[in-house]
Nanobody
Framework: QVQLVESGGGLVQAGGSLRLSCAAS????????MGWHRQAPGKQRELVAT???????NYASSVRGRFTISRDIAKNTVYLQMNSLKPEDTAVYYC?????????????WGQGTQVTVSS
């Protein structure tokens, strides 16, 4: 089982920046894709950004140009740099890992980290 530990959330004013980290318990090169998702109160969880094994990235339209997903392979860590934050970015942010385990696709989740953007 892959364990994911997020950190870096907090309270920031609108226009500010935060960097989230997601540390995996095994090599991220063995993971097909890693992503960041978020869930605001009363809303469904939504995909924010992904990075696949080959390094390609993808973003939700609401964050493209403001957020950047990256990784440090040596540290088995994926990051989400969030700039120009808006109050509507307030949510619990979750890290995910998609991989094959025992011949079946599986998704693992971190515990989440709260991001609050004040206006």
């Amino acid at each position: 089982q892959v364990q994911l530990v997020e950190s870096g959330g907090g309270l920031v004013q609108a226009g500010g920046s935060l960097r989230l980290s997601c540390a995996a318990s095994e090599s991220i090169l063995g993971i097909s894709a890693m992503g960041w998702h978020r869930q605001a109160p009363g809303k469904q969880r939504e995909l924010v950004a992904t990075i696949v094994r080959g390094g390609s990235t993808n973003y939700a339209s609401s964050v493209r140009g403001r957020f950047t997903i990256s990784r440090d392979i040596a540290k088995n860590t994926v990051y989400l740099q969030m700039n120009s934050l808006k109050p509507e970015d307030t949510a619990v942010y979750y890290c995910s890992a998609d991989l094959w385990r025992n011949s079946a696709p599986r998704t693992y989740w971190g515990q989440g980290t709260q991001v609050t953007v004040s206006s």
